[in-house]
């Protein structure tokens, strides 16, 4: 049947933080036609490839579309109520903290709620983290020391604004390509000048001014430089700094490190800090590269210490911006699905935070203390403290670092729970239930993108077979683990104005994250709700925050941190002489569950491979398209070979995408040790010591 005659519908794309708009409309073919929605804020109609190509993924291959129990198809009914007296028997035997949920920057922010409100405040345990965990959670443990609460000060339109854009461990040009194409247009509207900060020549290095190759992890030292530059330029802002602490402990910290360890010229590294000072409206936008490290959080607020001593914060054209991997990252940070945060961006570790929360949900129990992050969730689960684990939307068995041992891990674990699309995940694999939840393209509810823009995504396809919305299946557990009334809802949008009351309470604490003013949205109004940045009050609609100059902590001003530079955690050694880094492609997203149906997709870059350098390559007698053997302390990859000196000797690059299902040698998180950021709990994902050797069949 012609769907050309039905109505287009708005929705979000379901893949990067930037969140962009999409008019979805049925093909007639059980496909959808998808454009770019010329009136969302975020994409102004603009799409990239993986955005582009939605309409191709939304067939039933690889779907589940009924419960399964030990691999055998089962009724909701009986499905529901074995996950509700699993995890009732682990609580009764063990404990509330003997089970834990590990959920997804995939859901939706109603989910989310749901979820979060299950754990913490009826469970009675702060063991749910997210996949997030992977990404950002080093900007949100630098967002807090810097500022008091996980706020993010600018806009997207701070990046057209801006003469000087940074990019640090970003390669917005591949993983954000909505706003790389916005910067591309401000290149050339204004003459934006772009300096890449990346060890690797990525794609975004095409169009910069300056590209800086510094050594993996030394973006501290670097930073630092700049700090006592920016002091010896005389560009300090003093008045703004008024609004600050920390400020002569910082510069005496930044005086003492050399740039050595940078590995650049000094030569690069003044050129670097005379654009940085020489320009007011400098945005520095950073990512993994920054996110993904032992010294992550530090890293954060090394740029975030530049920003605040200039008072180039929350001003147009000017900021540091974090720009988050997943399409609701942003959600889950402002429901609390981090295991040491409350919803709203309350702390889970304040009393009176939790006493409100508590009150709020009349709730029967609320942990004191933070839970398990993502790595220790799942140590937990291997030396046998966790008995009961649900994974929602999400596959660390291959994502997680050590993957290999979080596989075992998750296949001892007495009873594990796995929601998603399709039941042929490696994580899925090993579950003892596997619940059928509705995709994208099937579902009502909202998500917040990296500028804090609360966006629709909505429903135009009916959930196949007996596939759910995952906040019903999470309330209908929660209603069968004894809390009928608290999970007694029928929509999204009820679940929606039960969050953006409770915002309320926080807005009463004098935190950042407040939609209140949407509380009494009705359904019609939330059907319809525009693209909204938030705060939403009755005083105030979204703009920047700080430049005001005041902050969240509790006497109004912000922190600069006195951070020191430090190496990544694993050192290379003669057994191990490569510096492995990890990331991402264009045209692919996580374990390509959805990606990995459209053939346009994969034919950008069709199998997982390794980048090294010609040198590199020579010395070990590898040639293009062999395959090379990677051995690391914890696991082994097999991957075809790319020579290219976009990566400098002694390092090498792969992409995380493949998975056990699609290409058993090559899911290069088994490499990766499980070391973290002390302060964030988020694992070095781009630092990982490999050998690599020609690949000999025995
Ligand atoms: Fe989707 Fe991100 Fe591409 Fe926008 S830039 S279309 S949100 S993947």
Redesign the pocket.
């Known amino acids: 049947m012609d769907g050309s005659a039905a109505p287009e519908v708005r929705s979000t794309?379901p893949?990067?933080g930037?969140?962009?708009g999409v008019l979805l409309r049925p093909d007639g073919a059980g496909g959808l036609t998808v454009r770019g929605d010329p009136d969302h804020p975020a994409?102004r109609g603009r799409?990239?490839s993986?955005?582009s190509a939605l309409g191709e993924t939304v067939g039933l291959e690889r779907r589940l579309l009924a419960p399964l129990i030990g691999g055998q198809t089962a009724d909701w009914e009986t499905a529901l109520q074995l996950v509700a007296d699993g995890f009732n028997q682990a609580i009764d035997q063990h404990g509330p903290d003997s089970v834990a949920f590990y959920v997804s920057g995939q859901l939706l922010t109603e989910d989310y709620y749901i979820a979060n409100k299950l754990m913490k405040g009826f469970i009675g345990s702060a063991n749910i983290d997210t996949n997030s965990r992977l990404c950002m959670a080093s900007t949100v443990a630098g967002h807090r020391r810097a500022f008091g609460t996980d706020t993010v000060p600018g806009t997207y339109d701070d990046i057209e604004e801006a003469d000087l854009v940074v990019l640090v461990g970003s390669n917005l040009a591949w993983c954000?390509?909505?706003l790389y194409q916005r910067l591309l247009a401000a290149r050339k509207a204004r003459g934006t000048r772009i300096v890449v900060i990346d060890p690797r020549r990525t794609a975004s290095c095409d169009g910069a001014d300056l590209h800086l190759a510094l050594e993996p992890g030394s973006d501290v030292a670097l930073f630092n430089r700049l700090f006592a530059e920016i002091y010896e330029a005389g560009a300090i802002d003093a008045a703004f700094l008024l609004n600050t602490e920390g400020f002569d402990d910082t510069l005496r910290q930044a005086w003492c490190n050399g740039v050595e360890a940078t590995g650049l010229s000094p030569e690069e590294v003044a050129e670097f800090c005379r654009l940085w000072i020489c320009t007011e409206k400098v945005v520095t936008i950073f990512s993994q590269g920054v996110n993904q490290s032992t010294s992550g959080t530090d890293k954060v607020n090394a740029i975030i210490n530049c920003h605040l001593a200039t008072g180039r914060i929350g001003r147009p054209g000017m900021g540091p911006f974090s720009v988050t991997g997943q399409p609701n990252a942003m959600g889950g940070r402002e429901v609390g699905g981090l295991a040491n945060m409350l919803a709203c961006h309350l702390e889970l570790e304040n009393p009176d935070h939790r006493a409100a929360v508590r009150g709020f949900w009349d709730a029967p129990a609320m942990p004191e203390a933070a839970g398990l992050k993502a790595v220790d969730m799942f140590r937990a689960v291997a030396d046998g403290r966790i008995k009961a684990l649900w994974i929602i939307h999400t596959n660390p068995a291959v994502t997680l670092p050590e993957a290999d041992a979080v596989r075992e891990a998750i296949a001892r674990c007495p009873f594990t729970v796995v929601s998603d699309v399709s039941a042929t995940t490696d994580t899925a694999r090993l579950a003892d239930v596997v619940l059928p939840a509705a995709a994208w393209g099937e579902k009502d509810g909202t998500v917040t993108n990296s500028d804090r823009t609360i966006s629709r995504q909505r429903a135009i396809l009916p959930p196949p077979g007996l596939a759910r919305p995952d906040w019903a299946i999470l309330a209908e557990v929660g209603q069968r683990m004894g809390w009928r009334r608290a999970f007694d809802y029928q929509t999204p949008a009820e679940i929606f104005r039960e969050y953006a009351a409770l915002s309320g309470v926080a807005g009463r604490f004098g935190r950042d994250f407040d939609i209140s003013g949407l509380s009494d949205i009705d359904d019609t109004a939330y059907a319809a709700l525009p693209p909204t940045r938030w705060p939403v009050t009755a005083a105030r609609s979204g703009g920047r925050f700080f430049g005001d100059g005041r902050f969240f902590h509790d006497d109004g001003k912000a922190r600069l941190l006195p951070v020191a530079p430090r190496a990544p955690a694993a050192r290379t050694e003669p057994r191990y002489p490569f510096r492995l880094n990890t990331g991402r492609v264009r045209d692919q997203w996580h374990t390509m569950t959805r990606t990995g149906l459209s053939p346009r997709l994969s034919a950008h870059l069709a199998e997982p491979f390794l980048e090294i350098h010609p040198e590199d390559a020579l010395r070990l007698g590898l040639a293009p398209a062999d395959l090379a053997e990677l051995t690391s302390p914890t696991g082994r990859a097999i991957l075809r070979v790319r020579i290219t000196d976009a990566v400098r000797p002694g390092q090498v690059f792969a992409p995380m995408h493949w998975t056990a299902e699609t290409a058993p040698s090559a899911r290069i998180d088994a490499l990766v040790a499980a070391a973290t950021d002390p302060v964030s709990g988020q694992p070095e994902s781009k630092a990982a010591v490999v050998a690599v050797a020609p690949f000999r069949a025995a």
């Open positions: 794309c893949y990067c930037v969140g962009c994409n799409l990239c993986k955005g954000h390509p909505v």
